[in-house]
């Protein structure tokens, strides 16, 4: 079974910085796209940040230049470093992975709440 666990949420004061971690486990392969996404009470699940098999990266608007995705393959992780958080950036914070030849993904994991006061 597929499991992927999230740590490194909490709540922080408004400019703070927090580093999510995704960790997989459960499967032989590879994994190919990595992604967070976030969803707050009463919104729609939104892509925070992605990073493809070729390395490329996609950032949601309202967080380029203050998030950065990053992971090792080999401890089957991702990361997510966010700084200078915003009040607005509250919200339950979701690992999504897909893998390579692996059936009934993408997988996600159950979220890590990230919590910014001002």
């Known amino acids: 079974q597929v499991q992927l666990v999230e740590s490194g949420g909490g709540l922080v004061q408004a400019g703070d910085s927090l580093t999510l971690s995704c960790t997989a486990s459960?499967?032989?392969?590879?994994?190919?796209?990595m992604a967070w996404y976030r969803q707050a009470p009463g919104n729609e699940r939104e892509m925070v940040a992605r990073?493809?098999?070729?390395?490329?990266?996609d950032y949601a608007e309202s967080v380029k230049g203050r998030f950065t995705i990053s992971r090792d393959k080999a401890r089957k992780t991702s990361y997510l470093r966010m700084n200078d958080l915003k009040p607005e950036d509250t919200s339950v914070y979701l690992c999504?992975?897909?893998?390579?030849?692996?059936?009934?993904?993408?997988?996600w994991g159950q979220g890590t709440q990230v919590t910014v006061s001002s």
């Open positions: 990073i493809a098999a070729g390395s490329s990266t």
């Open positions: 999504h992975m897909i893998i390579s030849g692996r059936p009934g993904g993408p997988f």
């Open positions: 459960g499967f032989l392969g590879h994994i190919t796209n």
